[in-house]
C-alpha cells in the first residue's frame, strides 16, 4: 500500500506539473498565448501512459489475469478518452466563450458538464462486471479505485484552472 501511494503521488506531481505549465489554455485574457490540441493530445497521451504504470505497479495480477486484464482495460481507456474529448471538448468552448458567456450558455455548459460526469459513471457500471469476470471482487474495487482517484486528481488540477463563471 505504501508504494500505492509513492505512486499515486508522482502521478499528481506529474499531472499537476504538466497541466500547471498549460495554464494559459484556460487565461481569462484573451491575449494570452494557448495551447494547442497536439500540445493537449500529447498530455493526455502521456497521462494514460502514466496512469497505466500506476495500474501495472500496483495491481497485483497473475499472469493469467494479466492475459485476460490488459485488453478490457485498453477497452476501457478508448471508451474513456472518447469521453474525455467530449469533456475537454466543452472545457475549450466555455474557455472560448468565458468572457462573453450568457445565461443559456452557462446553464447549457452545466448541463452538458453534468452529462459528461454522467457518462463517466456509467462506462464505470458498465465495466464492473465485465473485469469482475477476469479478477477477483477486491481486485476489482483496487481497480477502480485507483482509477477514480487518478481522475479525481486530474479533475481537480482542471477545476483550480477553469475560472468560475462570473454573474
Do not use: C
Not at 78 to 88: G, L, M, P, S
Not at 122 to 132: A, F, S
Amino acid at each position: 500500500m505504501k508504494t500505492m501511494k509513492k505512486s499515486v503521488m508522482a502521478v499528481l506531481i506529474l499531472a499537476g506539473s504538466i497541466l500547471a505549465n498549460h495554464r494559459p489554455l484556460f487565461a481569462q485574457d484573451s491575449s494570452s498565448a494557448t495551447v494547442s490540441d497536439q500540445d493537449i493530445q500529447l498530455l493526455r497521451k502521456d497521462l494514460r501512459s502514466q496512469k497505466k504504470q500506476l495500474i501495472a505497479a500496483n495491481l497485483p495480477l497473475t499472469d493469467a489475469e494479466a492475459v485476460k486484464f490488459w485488453p478490457l482495460y485498453d477497452q476501457y481507456t478508448a471508451e474513456t478518452a472518447k469521453i474525455n474529448d467530449t469533456r475537454y471538448a466543452l472545457i475549450k468552448e466555455y474557455a472560448t466563450n468565458y468572457n462573453n458567456l450568457t445565461d443559456a450558455q452557462a446553464q447549457d455548459y452545466i448541463t452538458r458538464s453534468i452529462a459528461v460526469d454522467e457518462s463517466v459513471v456509467q462506462l464505470r457500471q458498465k465495466y464492473v462486471p465485465i473485469i469482475e469476470k477476469v479478477l477477483s471482487g477486491k481486485k476489482t474495487a483496487m481497480f477502480f479505485q485507483m482509477d477514480k482517484r487518478v481522475a479525481l486528481m486530474i479533475d481537480l488540477q482542471l477545476a483550480s484552472m477553469i475560472p468560475i463563471v462570473q454573474p
